[in-house]
């Protein structure tokens, strides 16, 4: 599969070694421009490409959005008209400043602004390092750890489950991206807590 990446730090870098492992072409970006992604895609090999965010947004089938959530109104809505966008970000009012949203999940607000596409929010739970070491692809998916995911499209969250086992992780979701979606926040009982799935129903149970 063609995958977009719109961040290229921490997460977006992390995500995408797992996607090229996973048999996947990426394309990195960022807001500094393809060349200064040069040698981080030659480390990542023949399977990774720098662009511009609009052309990793219209390269990608699926697009993952790995920026700091301040940025969400400079996504490329034309090029991710269609997509799948994996909203992988996080709001912290200390870096993004105050955003009003009006009572939503950060996701549902972020969507609100991408119209035509199809937003799962995941990849935000875990901390990078996690996401970068722990990955286990070939072990069943119960001793795994869980990737969640939230958005009301169920292709597209199928689309992301399936990404999510080949890179090594158990995918379980939390819901619609206005309930699964604050289940996912910063703070909450599942934000930043490594669980393999049994504990992860367990805990999604209480909710
Ligand atoms: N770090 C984690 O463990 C972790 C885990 C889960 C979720 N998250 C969330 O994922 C997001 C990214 O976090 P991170 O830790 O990966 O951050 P990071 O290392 O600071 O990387 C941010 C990336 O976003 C790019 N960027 C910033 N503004 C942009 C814009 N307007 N257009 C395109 N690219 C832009 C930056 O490009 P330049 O370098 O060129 O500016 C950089 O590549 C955040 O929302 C964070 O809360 C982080």
Same mark, same amino acid.
């Given at each position: 599969?063609?995958i977009?990446i719109?961040?290229s730090?921490y997460?977006?870098?992390t995500?995408?070694?797992l996607f090229?492992k ?7 970006s960022?807001?500094?421009g393809p060349?200064?992604? *040069?040698?981080k ?6 399977q990774a ?5 609009e #052309? =990793?947004a @219209?390269f990608?089938?699926v697009v ?11 996504l490329?809505?034309a ?8 909203d992988?970000?996080n709001?912290?009012p200390?870096r993004?400043?105050?955003?009003d ?5 950060t996701?549902?607000f972020?969507?609100?602004h991408?119209?035509?596409?199809r937003?799962v ?9 996690t996401?970068?070491?722990?990955? *286990? ?9 869980v990737?969640?995911?939230a958005?009301? #499209? =169920?292709g @597209?969250k ?6 999510i ?6 995918p ?8 699964g979606g604050?289940?996912?926040?910063p ?20 909710l």
């Amino acid at each position: 599969m063609k995958i977009g990446i719109i961040g290229s730090g921490y997460i977006g870098e992390t995500a995408a070694r797992l996607f090229i492992k996973a048999g996947h072409e990426v394309a990195l970006s960022n807001s500094r421009g393809p060349e200064s992604l *040069k040698d981080k895609v030659r480390e990542l090999g023949p399977q990774a490409r720098a662009t511009s965010v609009e #052309d =990793a947004a @219209a390269f990608g089938e699926v697009v993952l959005v790995a920026v700091p959530l301040k940025a969400y109104e400079q996504l490329p809505r034309a090029q991710l008209s269609g997509k799948i966008v994996i909203d992988a970000m996080n709001y912290y009012p200390q870096r993004d400043g105050e955003i009003d949203f009006q009572g939503k999940s950060t996701s549902e607000f972020v969507a609100r602004h991408l119209p035509g596409t199809r937003v799962v929010k995941a990849f935000n739970t875990m901390w990078f390092k996690t996401l970068g070491q722990d990955c *286990k692809p070939g072990t069943p998916l119960e001793e795994r750890l869980v990737l969640f995911l939230a958005g009301d #499209d =169920a292709g @597209a969250k199928q689309t992301v489950s399936q990404l999510i086992e080949q890179i090594g992780f158990a995918p379980v979701d939390t819901g619609s991206l206005a309930v699964g979606g604050k289940r996912q926040q910063p703070g909450s009982a599942v934000y930043n807590r490594p669980m393999r799935p049994a504990q992860a129903r367990e805990v999604l149970a209480t909710l």
